[in-house]
Protein backbone atom coordinates (compact mmCIF):
# COMPACT_ATOMS: atom_id res chain seq x y z
CA UNK A 1 0.00 0.00 0.00
CA UNK A 2 1.48 3.12 -0.67
CA UNK A 3 0.60 6.66 1.32
CA UNK A 4 0.50 8.40 -2.24
CA UNK A 5 -1.99 8.00 -4.19
CA UNK A 6 -2.13 8.72 -7.89
CA UNK A 7 -4.76 8.85 -10.11
CA UNK A 8 -5.38 7.41 -13.05
CA UNK A 9 -2.55 4.55 -13.28
CA UNK A 10 -2.84 4.38 -17.18
CA UNK A 11 -3.32 6.80 -19.25
CA UNK A 12 -3.63 6.73 -23.17
CA UNK A 13 -3.78 10.27 -25.28
CA UNK A 14 -3.81 11.57 -28.61
CA UNK A 15 -1.25 14.65 -28.99
CA UNK A 16 -4.29 17.07 -29.17
CA UNK A 17 -5.94 15.99 -26.07
CA UNK A 18 -5.42 18.02 -22.70
CA UNK A 19 -6.02 15.38 -19.81
CA UNK A 20 -4.85 15.59 -15.68
CA UNK A 21 -2.49 13.70 -13.78
CA UNK A 22 -3.39 13.72 -10.03
CA UNK A 23 -1.90 13.33 -6.53
CA UNK A 24 -2.51 13.09 -2.85
CA UNK A 25 -0.66 12.88 -0.02
CA UNK A 26 -2.04 13.02 3.66
CA UNK A 27 0.86 12.16 5.69
CA UNK A 28 1.64 15.92 6.34
CA UNK A 29 4.30 16.48 3.97
CA UNK A 30 5.25 20.33 2.86
CA UNK A 31 7.56 18.94 -0.19
CA UNK A 32 5.60 17.58 -3.27
CA UNK A 33 7.33 16.45 -6.32
CA UNK A 34 6.69 15.21 -9.94
CA UNK A 35 8.92 12.91 -11.77
CA UNK A 36 9.56 11.42 -15.28
CA UNK A 37 10.82 7.66 -15.68
CA UNK A 38 11.92 5.99 -18.92
CA UNK A 39 12.31 2.64 -18.88
CA UNK A 40 15.88 1.43 -17.08
CA UNK A 41 16.87 4.89 -16.06
CA UNK A 42 16.48 6.83 -12.53
CA UNK A 43 13.33 9.44 -11.78
CA UNK A 44 14.18 12.70 -13.53
CA UNK A 45 12.92 15.29 -11.55
CA UNK A 46 10.11 17.98 -13.08
CA UNK A 47 9.17 19.68 -10.45
CA UNK A 48 9.21 20.58 -7.10
CA UNK A 49 6.44 22.61 -5.04
CA UNK A 50 7.81 23.47 -1.27
CA UNK A 51 5.21 24.98 1.23
CA UNK A 52 2.36 24.94 -2.10
CA UNK A 53 4.60 27.21 -3.91
CA UNK A 54 6.71 25.85 -7.21
CA UNK A 55 10.36 26.31 -6.32
CA UNK A 56 11.82 23.88 -8.97
CA UNK A 57 11.17 23.81 -12.53
CA UNK A 58 13.59 21.57 -14.37
CA UNK A 59 13.09 23.23 -17.85
CA UNK A 60 10.31 21.45 -18.38
CA UNK A 61 8.34 22.43 -21.32
CA UNK A 62 5.19 24.45 -20.97
CA UNK A 63 2.58 21.35 -22.29
CA UNK A 64 3.39 20.39 -19.14
CA UNK A 65 1.76 22.74 -16.34
CA UNK A 66 2.33 22.01 -12.38
CA UNK A 67 -0.42 23.21 -10.22
CA UNK A 68 -1.13 22.65 -6.18
CA UNK A 69 -4.28 23.61 -5.01
CA UNK A 70 -3.24 22.85 -1.21
CA UNK A 71 -0.76 20.96 0.88
CA UNK A 72 -2.22 17.36 0.00
CA UNK A 73 -2.89 17.61 -3.43
CA UNK A 74 -0.43 18.01 -6.78
CA UNK A 75 -1.89 18.17 -10.51
CA UNK A 76 0.05 17.60 -13.60
CA UNK A 77 -1.92 19.31 -16.59
CA UNK A 78 -1.29 18.08 -19.88
CA UNK A 79 -1.47 19.55 -23.20
CA UNK A 80 -0.32 18.11 -27.23
CA UNK A 81 2.04 16.06 -25.52
CA UNK A 82 5.00 14.50 -27.99
CA UNK A 83 5.30 10.62 -28.45
CA UNK A 84 8.02 11.14 -26.68
CA UNK A 85 6.61 12.11 -23.56
CA UNK A 86 5.15 8.17 -23.41
CA UNK A 87 6.76 7.46 -19.62
CA UNK A 88 5.84 6.70 -16.33
CA UNK A 89 4.64 10.14 -14.06
CA UNK A 90 5.49 9.58 -10.22
CA UNK A 91 4.73 11.54 -7.65
CA UNK A 92 6.43 12.03 -4.40
CA UNK A 93 6.29 13.83 -0.94
CA UNK A 94 8.78 14.56 1.92
CA UNK A 95 8.85 16.16 5.21
CA UNK A 96 11.48 19.07 3.31
CA UNK A 97 13.17 18.99 0.06
CA UNK A 98 15.87 16.67 0.63
CA UNK A 99 14.11 14.50 3.00
CA UNK A 100 13.64 11.28 1.95
CA UNK A 101 10.46 10.90 -0.26
CA UNK A 102 7.47 8.86 -0.48
CA UNK A 103 6.25 7.72 -3.47
CA UNK A 104 3.11 7.00 -5.54
CA UNK A 105 2.57 3.96 -7.66
CA UNK A 106 2.73 6.43 -10.83
CA UNK A 107 0.51 6.90 -14.26
CA UNK A 108 1.62 5.10 -16.87
CA UNK A 109 1.23 7.82 -19.92
CA UNK A 110 1.18 6.70 -23.79
CA UNK A 111 1.06 9.05 -26.18
CA UNK A 112 -0.41 8.18 -29.64
CA UNK B 1 27.32 20.03 -12.20
CA UNK B 2 27.10 18.22 -8.75
CA UNK B 3 26.45 14.25 -9.94
CA UNK B 4 25.81 11.40 -7.92
CA UNK B 5 27.28 8.03 -9.89
CA UNK B 6 26.49 4.82 -9.39
CA UNK B 7 28.34 1.49 -10.47
CA UNK B 8 27.45 -0.94 -11.51
CA UNK B 9 24.75 -0.77 -14.20
CA UNK B 10 23.66 -3.81 -13.78
CA UNK B 11 24.63 -6.85 -11.85
CA UNK B 12 23.47 -10.84 -12.63
CA UNK B 13 24.11 -12.95 -9.35
CA UNK B 14 22.94 -16.11 -8.19
CA UNK B 15 20.74 -16.75 -5.49
CA UNK B 16 22.76 -16.77 -2.51
CA UNK B 17 25.69 -14.82 -3.48
CA UNK B 18 26.44 -11.17 -2.64
CA UNK B 19 25.80 -8.24 -4.21
CA UNK B 20 27.03 -4.39 -3.85
CA UNK B 21 26.43 -1.27 -5.78
CA UNK B 22 27.97 1.50 -4.91
CA UNK B 23 27.79 5.80 -4.98
CA UNK B 24 29.78 8.71 -5.15
CA UNK B 25 29.62 12.36 -5.27
CA UNK B 26 31.69 14.59 -6.85
CA UNK B 27 30.50 16.78 -3.65
CA UNK B 28 30.05 16.47 -0.03
CA UNK B 29 26.41 15.08 0.59
CA UNK B 30 24.70 16.00 4.00
CA UNK B 31 22.85 12.59 3.48
CA UNK B 32 23.02 9.73 1.23
CA UNK B 33 19.31 8.46 0.27
CA UNK B 34 19.08 4.66 -0.74
CA UNK B 35 15.70 3.42 -2.64
CA UNK B 36 14.55 0.12 -4.35
CA UNK B 37 12.28 -0.26 -7.24
CA UNK B 38 11.09 -3.22 -7.91
CA UNK B 39 10.50 -3.94 -11.80
CA UNK B 40 6.60 -2.80 -12.73
CA UNK B 41 6.73 -0.77 -9.30
CA UNK B 42 7.41 2.92 -7.87
CA UNK B 43 10.68 3.84 -6.01
CA UNK B 44 10.95 2.66 -2.60
CA UNK B 45 12.71 4.32 0.41
CA UNK B 46 15.14 2.00 2.03
CA UNK B 47 17.00 3.99 4.44
CA UNK B 48 19.25 7.18 4.93
CA UNK B 49 22.48 7.82 6.46
CA UNK B 50 23.37 11.22 7.58
CA UNK B 51 26.77 10.51 9.86
CA UNK B 52 30.27 10.55 8.18
CA UNK B 53 31.09 6.54 8.39
CA UNK B 54 27.69 5.62 9.39
CA UNK B 55 26.76 2.32 8.54
CA UNK B 56 23.19 0.70 9.41
CA UNK B 57 21.91 -3.25 8.44
CA UNK B 58 18.56 -4.07 7.44
CA UNK B 59 18.64 -8.15 7.91
CA UNK B 60 20.66 -8.79 5.44
CA UNK B 61 21.37 -5.29 3.71
CA UNK B 62 24.29 -3.16 5.01
CA UNK B 63 24.77 0.25 4.17
CA UNK B 64 27.62 2.12 4.86
CA UNK B 65 28.52 6.55 4.48
CA UNK B 66 32.06 7.13 3.66
CA UNK B 67 33.89 9.11 6.12
CA UNK B 68 34.64 11.97 3.40
CA UNK B 69 30.67 12.13 2.86
CA UNK B 70 31.02 11.65 -0.59
CA UNK B 71 30.60 7.97 -1.46
CA UNK B 72 28.44 5.09 0.12
CA UNK B 73 27.40 1.53 -0.58
CA UNK B 74 24.76 -0.92 -0.06
CA UNK B 75 25.57 -4.64 0.65
CA UNK B 76 23.20 -7.28 0.07
CA UNK B 77 24.57 -10.76 1.64
CA UNK B 78 23.04 -14.14 0.40
CA UNK B 79 20.96 -12.95 -2.33
CA UNK B 80 17.73 -14.06 -2.66
CA UNK B 81 14.62 -13.67 -5.08
CA UNK B 82 12.90 -11.30 -3.47
CA UNK B 83 15.91 -8.67 -3.70
CA UNK B 84 15.82 -8.45 -7.81
CA UNK B 85 14.92 -4.93 -8.45
CA UNK B 86 16.52 -1.78 -9.06
CA UNK B 87 18.73 0.10 -6.04
CA UNK B 88 19.37 4.39 -6.53
CA UNK B 89 21.31 6.27 -4.51
CA UNK B 90 20.00 9.73 -3.68
CA UNK B 91 21.60 12.59 -2.36
CA UNK B 92 21.00 16.52 -2.15
CA UNK B 93 22.71 19.03 -4.34
CA UNK B 94 21.85 22.41 -4.30
CA UNK B 95 21.51 24.92 -7.95
CA UNK B 96 20.06 27.57 -6.78
CA UNK B 97 17.02 25.64 -4.62
CA UNK B 98 18.62 22.10 -2.57
CA UNK B 99 17.13 19.18 -4.42
CA UNK B 100 17.85 15.66 -4.40
CA UNK B 101 19.70 13.71 -7.19
CA UNK B 102 19.67 10.27 -7.83
CA UNK B 103 22.29 7.92 -8.92
CA UNK B 104 21.64 6.23 -12.13
CA UNK B 105 20.77 2.93 -10.37
CA UNK B 106 21.98 -0.92 -10.38
CA UNK B 107 19.66 -3.34 -11.98
CA UNK B 108 19.95 -6.29 -9.79
CA UNK B 109 18.84 -9.77 -11.46
CA UNK B 110 19.11 -12.93 -9.84
CA UNK B 111 19.38 -16.70 -11.16
CA UNK B 112 17.40 -18.95 -8.76
Known amino acids: DTEVTQTPKHLVMGMTNKKSLKCEQH?????MYWYKQKAKKPPELMFVYSYEKLSINESVPSRFSPECPNSSLLNLHLHALQPEDSALYLC???????????FGDGTRLSIL | GQQVMQIPQYQHVQEGEDFTTYCNSS?????IQWYKQRPGGHPVFLIQ?????EVKKQKRLTFQFGEAKKNSSLHITATQTTDVGTYFCAGPIIQGAQKLVFGQGTRLTINP
Open chain 1, 92 to 102: ASSQGTIQPQH
Open chain 1, 27 to 31: MGHRA
Open chain 2, 27 to 31: TTLSN
Open chain 2, 49 to 53: LVKSG
